[in-house]
């Protein structure tokens, strides 16, 4: 029985009681056992498989158990007790459990440690603890008569210095020693051999550290006094068996390294081979013995096992199968020759490969081997033939290029020369080669650089021509040679001659377009600015604000805008072809009767720009002009027509009036414009009210882009009444312009810029919708007679959509179609007649009403009158104005009647201002009347009262004005001049 106390052994006696040399074999055991330890736990963890680690893990936990068990016991063997004294066979066989788990997790802790310097503590406290639990089961395995008394002291103690010196142990072994850090630059032997001393230190320490504090005491409680040692033999058997176990695992070890190392150095020598791109095998007896990856793809096999014990000449083609089938005695002879041998392998699948052959003998113990290295050339050999291929092709393409290609010598002289070059100078076959390119060209000094550039050359007649060509330099075999490339450009000469005429020029007068003319006058503005600066040092710049400087001056020039009248019509009637030759016409007269200092041309069809430089003086201006009118206004015959042209003229001058280009022509052009207008003879002037005018015109523009999305626009109804009843029948939808700044701007002002650029469609569309909206909401009041009138722009005839969108506005209203009347213009009409009277047919079929608007005005020809799909005509306000007191107004009014009834046609007359106008025109059997007399053009809210008043008033005649109005005069609605309120304020 084991009991603790603290009362230590007498040392002394103890230490008498010891035999020496089983003492120093049991510290030996315990080195030893360390030492193959922390030798099996080399093998642990390169070992690959968990299985194989498991395996040696608990190998080198059983080397140390048993160590820590054999030097115990042999210790232990060495204190003979007497013969009273046993061991408990089962405790003692149980006695080394604690000694293998222990180096078992110690081991595990050294492989699987999270941290580095944590290791040694782990392994070396679970080493400690499982030496002293084996010392601890060993004294209980006692077996005697008496008990067994453990100082408490003695035994920490010697715990704390098996804990404390496995940690120093561990830590050597695993290069992590803090105390002594030179020692983790030792080798890896000879940081194990200190490891396993210091180990087998611990484990000696425990034994006899705790052993000192231990008293035997006998069944009577007296203690037993240690006797000399009988159990040498035992103790020596003990430890020689330990020791047998620990040299085997020693060398189970080593064998293991000795096997790692080699799969180590097969694997390195695989992967070597591997890393080849060649197919490299080895042969013995004939047959593939070993192969490397690029074998394995070559033949593509899936793996090098299904090539291992095949015959190398099932793949090699027939005519080579001969060397493979001698035996050794081929490949032997392969081996002494120094190149390589070409031939052929045929891949499982019919894959034919191209390779070269090296062959190495290999003498091994168990014979002779062979090592081939084939190398796959099937991508070289292609790539020759290709190279071949391509140099034919080049060389084809050479002969047959369109372009001349000589090679230079370093001296110049042609060495070779394709068929294309041989043409370009005149001569056939190899004739050029020889020849010195030099001699070629009309300067034969001449020095070609590497570039491209235009040289003049001689052909073989002696002829010059325009030579292109681009030379560059070349190295071949360190030789310095040039390559020409040339190309005759004769004809891309003559081409570039004609595309510079025709990018200068008018292709129908062959007079200067206006790209050439805008350069033109930049030049000569550029030129007088610079002899104005000359002459006027220190005076204003040409151009600015002080404009009476540059009147007597001497530099600047003048423009003229020279536009024909009546050429459309003659291009619109009498042909294309004759409108062109009356331009060509202009242009000769121009050309024969201008000075040569004066530039013209033509700005577009129709239109001719003259530039005189040094003309600024008023008189001289006007004697220009005159000059070219005079030219112009006499009559052509051309083809046999005689024809007759107008022209009118507007001139700008410079500086005066500016030195911007475009802006010099601009005016100049709406010089033109203002004297067309005022009928002015032969030339108007530009003045500065003409840019005031234009400026507010761009204003109103600007302004009219924006007009409808900012709500400034609104619709107007004027009255439509039935002349015999006085009844209301409808009315026209009429478009107003309130703009917040500027007030009410007339129609007349607006509606020809929306015309000219192309807003009044989208200003059309709006009023139709509007109209059509408002009308619908009066038939849903009760007014359900009554028709509106809108009008649509010739603009809009040409969108080909006009018909769809008509009806999807009338759909969207829920307006009946019979309640919308749409009135067009005789000029709407002659656009494009055709397609007008299909628009009109179809609306008509739907129920829409069709009028002419300012019927007497326009073309008024009864030819296109019948054919046109009419319901109405209105009588142009212009003939209503005087019918009281022109009998030529009265006789036409009484002409449109008469036609509007015998085509069936229903007439409304515009403009009625009186009773005097309303009489004439009901004697004359006219339907509907509009005018002041009746109304003045409503707002809508106005027009909804209007309605209710005639409502209320039905049985009565109508004559409807404002309260307390007079006399319509200029000035109400916004200038409107008296009338139908319309004019031209309708939208056309």
């Keep these: 029985m084991v009991s603790f106390s603290d009362v230590a052994a007498d040392s002394a006696i103890l230490a008498q009681a010891h035999d020496g040399a089983l003492v120093a074999l049991s510290y030996g055991v315990a080195v030893v056992a360390s030492y193959t330890a922390l030798s099996v736990s080399n093998a642990v963890w390169p070992t690959a498989g968990a299985f194989a680690r498991a395996v040696w893990l608990m190998a080198g936990g059983f080397a140390m158990g048993s160590g820590i068990w054999a030097m115990h016991f042999v210790a232990m063997l060495s204190l003979n007790l007497g013969d009273d004294v046993g061991y408990d066979a089962g405790l003692t066989l149980v006695s080394l459990l604690p000694g293998v788990i222990a180096g078992t997790v110690a081991l595990w802790f050294i492989g699987h440690g999270k941290r580095k310097y944590a290791r040694p503590f782990q392994s070396g406290v679970v080493m400690g603890l499982g030496i002293s639990a084996m010392h601890f089961v060993g ?22 210095f098996s804990i404390g010196l496995s940690i120093v142990a561990m830590g050597i072994y695993q290069n992590t020693c803090v105390l002594i850090p030179k020692l983790n630059a030792l080798g890896n032997e000879a940081r194990k051999g200190m490891a396993a001393l210091i180990m087998g230190a611990a484990m000696f320490a425990m034994h006899f550290v705790s052993m000192s504090g231990v008293t035997f005491v006998n069944a009577i409680g007296a203690p037993l006094p240690p006797e000399s040692s009988s159990s040498m033999l035992l103790a020596i058997s003990a430890a020689v068996v330990t020791l047998i176990i620990m040299g085997l695992a020693i060398v189970a070890a080593m ?17 070597l081979v591997d890393l080849s791109p060649n197919m490299i095998c080895m042969v013995k007896n004939g047959k593939i013995a ?11 096999a899936a ?26 005695e081929g490949l032997d002879e392969l081996s002494r020759i120094d190149e390589t041998t070409p031939l052929v392998i045929y891949a499982p699948g019919g894959r034919r490969i191209e390779a070269e052959l090296s062959v190495s003998v290999l003498n091994e113990n168990k014979g002779r081997s062979f090592v081939l290295e084939f190398q796959d050339i099937t991508a070289l050999k292609r790539s020759a033939r290709e190279v071949f291929e391509r140099a034919t092709h080049l060389y084809a393409i050479m002969e047959n290029a369109a372009e001349g290609i000589v090679t230079l010598s370093g001296d110049g002289t042609i060495e070779s020369a394709n068929k294309a070059a041989g043409d370009i100078f005149g001569y056939y076959g190899d004739a050029l080669e020889g020849m010195v390119f030099a001699q070629l060209l009309e300067r034969p000094d001449q020095i070609l650089e590497v570039g491209s550039y235009e040289v003049t050359a001689r052909r073989r007649s002696g002829g010059a021509f325009p030579l292109e060509i681009t030379l560059s330099e070349m190295r071949a075999s360190s ?34 377009n206006r790209p050439a003319l805008i350069r033109t006058l930049g030049l000569m503005i550029s030129e007088a600015a610079a002899a104005w600066r000359i002459e006027n040092p220190g005076a204003p710049t040409a151009g600015s604000t002080q404009d009476r400087a540059h009147d007597g001056m001497a530099s600047g020039g003048c423009v003229l805008f020279i536009s024909l009248s009546g050429h459309a019509r003659i291009h619109d009637t009498q042909g294309h072809a004759l409108g ?27 239109q001719f720009v003259v530039l005189s430089p040094g003309r600024v003086k008023v008189e001289d201006v006007r004697a220009l002009a005159a000059r070219v009118h005079e030219t112009l206004t006499p009559g052509f015959v051309l083809s046999g027509h005689e024809v007759n042209v107008g022209c009118h003229i507007g001139a700008a001058i410079f500086p005066k009036h500016g030195t911007d280009v475009q802006g010099l022509v601009q005016r100049a052009s709406m010089a033109m414009f203002r004297g067309r207008h005022k009928r002015e003879p032969v030339c108007t002037i530009f003045t500065k009210t003409m840019d005031i005018e234009e400026a507010r015109r761009q204003r109103l523009e600007n302004e009219l882009r924006h007009a409808l999305r900012r709500d400034q626009l609104s619709v107007h109804y004027q009255p439509k009444v039935d002349m015999h009843t006085g009844r209301l029948k409808g009315m026209e939808a009429l478009v107003r312009w309130n703009h917040p700044e500027m007030g009410m701007i007339s129609p007349v002002d607006f509606i020809p810029l929306a015309e000219e650029t192309g807003m009044i469609v989208e200003i059309g569309a709006w009023v139709l919708e509007t109209a059509c909206a408002q009308t619908a909401r009066w038939a849903a009041q009760g007014f359900r007679d009554l028709k ?119 007439v409304v007359a515009e403009g009625i201002e009186t009773d005097v106008h309303a009489e004439i025109l009901r004697r004359m059997s006219c339907d509907m009347g509009q005018g002041y007399l009746y109304s003045k053009p409503l707002a809508a809210h106005d027009f909804e009262a209007f309605l209710h008043r005639e409502n209320n008033a039905a049985t009565r005649t109508i004559r409807i004005r404002e309260v307390g109005e007079t006399e319509p005069s200029a000035s109400s609605d916004g200038g409107e001049r008296r009338g139908d309120g319309k004019g031209k304020y309708s939208v056309h």
């Design 255 to 271: 064998v293991d390294r000795m096997v790692r190392d080699i799969r180590e150095n097969r694997s390195r020598f695989q992967s």
């Design 580 to 606: 062109e030759a009356v331009l060509r016409e202009v242009g000769v007269r121009l050309k024969n009767n201008l000075n040569t200092s004066d530039i013209f041309g033509s700005w577009s069809e129709g």
């Design 479 to 512: 030789a310095r040679r040039k390559i020409i490339l040339m190309r005759d450009i004769t004809r891309r000469k003559m081409e570039q001659l004609e595309v510079e005429f025709r990018a200068n020029h008018d292709m129908v007068t062959e007079l200067l």
């Design 788 to 906: 509106v009138a809108v009008n649509l722009s010739g603009r809009q005839f040409e969108d080909p959509g006009l018909l769809g969108d008509i009806t999807r506005v009338l759909e969207r209203c829920a307006l009946n179609p019979r309640r919308l009347e749409v009135e067009v213009t005789e000029s709407s009409l002659m656009q494009d007649m055709d397609a007008c009277i299909a628009t009109l047919s179809a609306l008509q079929k739907k129920g829409v009403s069709v009028a002419i608007d300012d019927f007497g005005t326009g073309y008024s020809s009864l030819a296109y009158l019948k054919n046109l799909p009419l319901n109405t005509l209105k009588i142009d306000q212009s003939f209503v104005r005087h019918i009281d007191d022109d009998a030529g107004d009265a006789a036409i009014a009484t002409s449109v009647i008469s036609i509007a009834r015998s085509l069936n046609l229903a």
């Design 303 to 328: 793996a090098g096992e299904d090539l291992v014990g095949r015959p190398i000449s099932a793949f090699v083609s027939v005519e080579y199968a001969a060397i493979f089938d001698a035996g050794d």
């Design 139 to 160: 004294l209980v395995a006692i077996d005697m008569q008496g008990n067994v008394h453990l100082s408490s002291l003695r035994l920490a103690l010697s715990v704390v």
């Design 290 to 300: 070993f192969t490397n990856s690029s074998g394995v793809r070559m033949l593509g």
